[in-house]
Nanobody, 118 residues
C-alpha cells in the first residue's frame, strides 16, 4: 500500500506563494498519472494540476500561469508551486497517483490545508 504524505500547506496572505510537496513511500514510476486536487467547501476534488507518464503537464484554468507542477521520479516526489494566491485558492490540497493500469489501485494523500486571507 503506497503512502502519500503532503506538506507545505498553511495560512498565508493574498499574493503570497506556497509550495506543496508530496512524498510517496515507495517507487511510483509505473503510475500513469501524478496529480494534485483540491477540495473546497463541497465534496468534490477537482484536478488542479497533473502529469502523465509521457511527461506532459496540465493545469486547470485558475491554476494556469500561477501554479507549477513538478515531479521527481527518483525522489518519489511531486510538488506544486503556487504563486499569487487568492482566497479562492483556499482548500485542502490532495496528492493523488493513479496506478490503476499497472496495479489496479490508485492512492491519495491525507491532504494539506491552504488558507488564504485577503
Amino acid at each position: 500500500q503506497v503512502q502519500l504524505v503532503e506538506s507545505g500547506g498553511g495560512p498565508a496572505q493574498a499574493g503570497a506563494s506556497l509550495r506543496l510537496s508530496c512524498v510517496a513511500s515507495e517507487d511510483i514510476s509505473d503510475c500513469r498519472v501524478w496529480a494534485w486536487h483540491r477540495q473546497g467547501s463541497g465534496t468534490e476534488r477537482p484536478l488542479v494540476a497533473w502529469s502523465l507518464s509521457d511527461g506532459r503537464i496540465f493545469y486547470e484554468g485558475r491554476a494556469k500561469g500561477r501554479f507549477t507542477f513538478s515531479r521527481d521520479q527518483a525522489k518519489r516526489t511531486l510538488s506544486l508551486q503556487m504563486n499569487d494566491l487568492t482566497p479562492e485558492d483556499s482548500a485542502v490540497y490532495y496528492c493523488h497517483v493513479d496506478c490503476t493500469r499497472s496495479r489496479g489501485m490508485d492512492y491519495w494523500g491525507e491532504g494539506t490545508l491552504v488558507a488564504i486571507s485577503s
